[in-house]
């Protein structure tokens, strides 16, 4: 038998029924006001009854209760935000209901539909703020994406960038809610995303919003004077996923997703990053993959970039170096491309090695480094390809230049 009187921890001494009815009746007065789309809104009126709630004592823990419908005001705040308040409106709302906010997206899509970049953006100053609060003993969640919605449709893109600007290190923060992406790592490895492979206009405009806004929050302490280089940006990230080459589809989708990229924007191509250097010195600069499928999509790679921006294969990087020295130094199968349109690489040493790029082919492997016999006919390859493409270069040339290049190296 129960009885007569049953209490439940965390429910003892109820709220007062006076206390909640005047709070329920301020609310639905608040709520009145919103919803009547005949009239202007009173603002001042509104802050008014927002300001009697802040003389009513609340629980330190809102909760749902038989005596008050939406005691977190989730339900008062989505229909406040369908009305665009004033920040100041906004602010007395956030105030008195401070976890009308937490884990509700909901909110952020009503802001994005009705309300204005500004209101976005103060919704999710607040949100992080609540988060510090209750998390200063665990910082787990302070690493969490705190917007990895951002990808919906249902935010905008002027809504996108003013959580961007608030907090731009989001992007590239893991959520659980992504399969444990960031969300730019989820618009470019993810399984969703590759099967996809069309983007509107809308999600193409957030995705160079978050290359922006992971670039700024890499290099915030020292932006380059040169201003922002998304397509630096997109090769890192793309060339840091450890299987990329090893992953067709992935690897497919990356290089569309470059392709998309050189139709709209070709502009981010012809730019360098604050060392000076071009996408296509940061592609080369990396050792290229040795697998057989992997050295397809790296040859694709260095096609795009080339199209984007040919004249970045007869410049030098920061040390002096052409594109065609780190792609014989780092494995890149692109030796032709390059020539195409730069035939003058080979007649020029690489300031590395003060090798020419044949001499830099043929010592590419020593002797003491074992190598596969495929590896060692491929470098050999080079070197013959290179010779014959500048037939200039005599035997006794060659033989002089070599040893003097391998003296160096030893």
């Known amino acids: 038998m129960f009885p007569t009187t049953t209490t439940f921890t965390g429910y003892e001494n109820e709220d007062d029924p006076s206390y909640c009815h005047k709070r329920v009746e301020i609310k639905s007065n608040i709520e009145d006001m919103l919803l009547d789309h005949e009239s202007s809104i009173d603002w001042d009126s509104i802050n008014s009854l927002f300001q009697q709630l802040t003389t009513l004592p609340s629980s330190p823990t809102p909760r749902y209760s038989s ?13 406040l935000l ?64 705190p917007f990895p919605w951002i990808l919906s449709s249902h935010v905008s893109v002027d ?56 670039e700024y929050s890499e290099n915030a302490s020292s932006l380059p ?16 996923c450890s299987d990329f080459w090893a992953d067709p589809k992935r690897a497919q989708h990356c290089l569309w997703l470059l392709q998309q990229l050189r139709w709209t924007d070709q502009w981010v191509f012809e730019k360098v990053d604050q060392d000076g250097n071009y996408p296509l010195h940061v592609v080369l600069r990396r050792p290229c993959t040795k697998d057989s499928s992997g050295l397809v999509a790296a040859r694709e790679l260095i096609k795009i970039l080339l199209k984007a921006h040919a004249l970045s294969a007869q410049h030098q990087d920061t040390n002096g170096r052409l594109a065609l020295h780190m792609a014989i130094e780092n494995g890149w199968p692109c030796h032709d491309l390059l020539l195409s349109v730069f035939p003058e690489a080979l007649d020029i040493r690489d300031p590395k090695t003060e090798l020419y790029p044949f001499q830099a082919a043929a010592t ?37 230049k070599l040893g003097r290049g391998v003296e160096a190296q030893a």
């Open 225 to 240: 004077s040169c201003g922002l280089s998304p397509a630096h940006t997109l090769l890192k990230r793309i060339l840091s």
């Open 364 to 400: 590419a492997h020593q002797p003491s480094t074992p190598v596969s016999s495929s590896t060692m006919l491929s470098s050999l390859d080079v070197t013959f390809e290179l010779l014959r493409a500048n037939p200039v270069h005599t035997t006794a040339r060659f033989q002089v």
């Open 82 to 145: 369908s009305r665009n308040p004033p920040a100041r409106t906004l602010q007395a709302a956030l105030e008195i209901f401070p976890e009308s906010l937490y884990r509700n997206p909901a909110a952020y899509f009503t802001a994005c539909c009705y309300g204005t970049p500004e209101l976005v953006a103060q919704m999710l100053q607040h949100t992080l703020k609540v988060r510090h609060n209750k998390n200063k003993n665990n910082s787990d969640e302070d690493n969490e994406c």
């Open 67 to 79: 005596t008050e419908d939406d005691p977190m005001g989730r339900l008062l705040l989505g229909s």
């Open 159 to 214: 809504g996108a960038k003013a959580l961007l600007e608030v907090y731009p290190q989001g992007v590239l923060q893991k959520s659980s809610y992504l399969s444990s992406h960031s969300p730019l790592d989820y618009f470019l490895t993810s399984t969703e995303m590759i099967e996809k492979r069309t983007i509107d206009v809308t999600m193409w405009n957030k995705f160079k919003l978050m290359l922006v806004a992971a």
